[in-house]
C-alpha cells in the first residue's frame, strides 16, 4: 500500500461501497431536481409579484373598470394572479347585476366568494413544489449522513483485518464516505435558504392579494 | 381564460440553469480543490548504504533446465575400402598377365590408398566442421542463459528496490507523524542524522551529522526518529540489513 494515496474526486467515488454510492446517486438526483424547483420558483415569484405591482398601479390609475376588464380579458394567459382575482370578482359581479339581483349583499358576497376561490387557487400554484424543498432541505442531510456512516463503518471494519493499522487505511474509506455528507448539504443547504424566502415573498403576495380584494369589494359596493 | 392552467415559459431555463449549477460544483471538486494528501513540510529519509552487488550469487535455476541437451556427436563411419577382385588368368599369357596383374594391384593399392587418404581428409574436415558450428550453438546457448540470467536478476533487483522503497515511505511517514515543529523554522533548513538500527526497528543511537542551524530544529527532529520507534523494517533479513545505517535528511 502507498503511503500517498490517489485521492481525487472520481476515486473516491468510484471506490465507494454501493449503498454510499447509491445513497451519493439519490441525493444528486435530489439535488437535481430542488436546483430545478428553485429556478423554476424563482422565475414564478418574481414576475408574479412583478405582475401585482403592475396591475396595482395600473387599477389604481384607472377609474374605469369595464375597460380594465377588457384587458385582463386580452390578457388571456399571460395575466398574473391579481389580475386573475380581478377578473373572476368583476365577472361574478356582473352576471349577479344581470340576473337582476336585489339584495346587495348577496352580490357582494357572491363577487367575494369567486375572489376568493381564485385567490386559493392561485396561492396554491404559487406555493406548488415548495413542501418538496423543505422536504429536501430537512432531510438530504440525513441520507448523506447515513451514507457517510455506513462509509465509515466499512472503513473500520476492513481496519480490523489489517494487522498494522496507520491512518492511511482509514483515511480513503473516510473520505469517500464524507462525500456523500458532502452532497447532502450540498443539496439541502440551497433548498433551505431557497424555501424560506419564497415562502416570506409568497406570504407577502398573499397579504397583498387579501388586501386588494378588500379595496376592490369596496370599489365595487360603491358601483351599486 | 382557462384559471386551472398556468403556463410556466422558464421551465426549460430553469432545467438548464440547475444542470449549470451541478456543472460548477463538480467542476469545483474537479479542479478547484486538491485532494491529494500532500503535506508541505516533509523529511526526506536517504540510505546510507547503497544495493549490494547481487549478481555474482544470484543463482539461476530456470537457466539450467531450460537448457536442451547437447546434441550427441554424429558417428562418421568411414565407409570399408573397396575389396580388389581377383581376375582368373588365361593359360597362355599367364606370366604377362600375371606381371599386369601385379602392376594393376599394384595401380589398385595405391589408388585406393589414395582414395582412403582423401575420405580421411574429407572427414577430417566433415568433423572440424561439426566441431565449429557445436562451439557456435554452445555460444549462442551460453548468451542466451546470460540474457535469462540478466533479466531475471533485473526483476530481482526492481522488486527489492520497490520493496526498498516502500519501507524507506514508511520510514518517512512514521518520523513525518512524530515530528513536533518549533516555530520559525526557515524552510532551506536541513538537518542531517547518522542512524544506527536494530533489526527489529529500535534505534540504536541517532548522530547528527550536520546541523540546520536551528538547535531546536535539530533537537525535534532528533525526537522524532526516537518517537518513531520502532521503525518499519523490512521482514527480509537480507533487505533489512540495508536499513542498519541510514543516513537521514530532515527538512522542513
Known amino acids: 500500500m502507498d503511503v500517498i494515496q490517489d485521492l481525487s474526486f472520481v476515486h473516491l467515488v468510484e471506490n465507494a461501497s454501493v449503498l454510499v454510492q447509491l445513497v451519493m446517486g439519490l441525493l444528486l438526483l435530489v439535488s437535481l431536481l430542488s436546483w430545478w424547483y428553485i429556478f423554476l420558483k424563482m422565475f414564478t415569484v418574481r414576475r408574479a409579484i412583478r405582475q401585482s405591482a403592475a396591475f396595482e398601479d395600473e387599477f389604481w390609475a384607472n377609474s374605469d373598470l369595464n375597460d380594465l376588464y377588457h384587458q385582463v380579458k386580452n ?21 349577479l347585476k344581470k340576473k337582476g339581483s336585489v339584495d346587495n349583499n348577496a352580490i357582494m358576497d357572491g363577487a367575494r366568494r369567486a375572489m376568493r376561490a381564485t385567490y386559493q387557487r392561485e396561492m396554491d400554484h404559487l406555493e406548488s413544489h415548495l413542501s418538496f424543498l423543505a422536504t429536501v432541505g430537512s432531510v438530504s442531510p440525513y441520507v448523506g449522513l447515513f451514507g457517510t456512516v455506513w462509509g465509515i463503518m466499512n472503513a473500520f471494519r476492513s481496519l480490523s483485518s489489517v494487522g498494522q493499522a496507520t491512518l492511511a487505511h482509514v483515511a480513503p474509506g473516510i473520505a469517500e464516505a464524507l462525500v456523500a455528507t458532502a452532497m447532502g448539504l450540498f443539496a439541502a443547504i440551497p433548498a433551505v435558504v431557497a424555501y424560506n424566502r419564497y415562502a416570506h415573498d409568497i406570504n407577502r403576495l398573499s397579504t397583498r392579494f387579501e388586501s386588494f380584494m378588500e379595496e376592490f369589494s369596496n370599489v365595487l359596493q360603491r358601483q351599486q | 381564460m ?66 536442451p541437451p547437447p ?124 542512524v544506527i538500527v536494530l533489526p527489529g526497528g529500535d534505534v540504536v543511537s541517532v548522530t547528527l551529522k550536520k546541523s ?36 537521514l535528511s530532515i527538512k522542513p
Open chain 2, 71 to 194: 546434441a550427441a556427436p554424429p558417428k562418421v563411419a568411414p565407409p570399408p575400402p573397396k575389396a580388389v577382385e581377383p581376375e582368373l588368368p588365361h593359360k597362355a599369357d599367364i606370366e604377362f598377365k600375371e606381371k599386369k596383374k601385379k602392376q594393376e594391384r599394384l595401380k589398385q593399392e595405391e589408388e585406393a590408398k589414395a582414395r582412403l587418404e582423401a575420405q580421411k581428409i574429407a572427414e577430417k574436415q566433415k568433423v572440424l566442421a561439426q566441431e565449429r558450428q557445436e562451439a557456435a550453438r554452445t555460444a549462442m546457448e551460453n548468451a542466451r542463459i546470460q540474457a535469462l540470467k540478466a533479466q531475471m536478476q533485473a526483476e530481482l533487483d526492481s522488486e527489492r528496490q520497490a520493496q526498498v522503497s516502500h519501507f524507506k515511505d514508511m520510514i518517512q511517514a512514521k518520523i513525518r507523524r512524530n515530528i513536533v515543529m518549533p516555530p520559525d523554522v526557515p524552510d532551506s533548513a536541513e538537518a542531517q542524522f547518522f
Open chain 2, 212 to 247: 540546520s542551524g536551528n538547535a531546536a530544529y535539530d533537537a525535534a527532529a532528533e525526537r522524532a526518529i526516537y518517537k518513531a520507534q520502532p521503525l518499519p523494517m523490512p521482514p527480509d533479513a537480507d533487505l533489512a540489513r540495508m536499513f542498519r545505517e541510514l543516513r
Open chain 1, 75 to 95: 390578457a388571456g394567459m399571460e395575466a398574473g394572479s391579481m389580475e386573475r382575482i380581478f377578473s373572476a370578482g368583476i365577472s361574478e359581479f356582473a352576471k
Open chain 2, 2 to 67: 382557462d384559471a386551472y392552467t398556468y403556463n410556466e415559459p422558464n421551465r426549460v431555463s430553469a432545467m438548464l440553469l440547475a444542470l449549470l449549477v451541478h456543472g460548477l460544483f463538480f467542476s469545483f471538486l474537479f479542479f478547484g480543490f486538491n485532494w491529494h494528501v500532500r503535506s508541505p513540510r516533509h523529511v526526506e529519509v536517504q540510505m546510507w548504504d547503497k544495493l549490494p552487488d547481487m549478481k555474482a550469487d544470484a543463482p539461476a535455476p530456470h537457466a539450467a533446465q531450460e537448457l
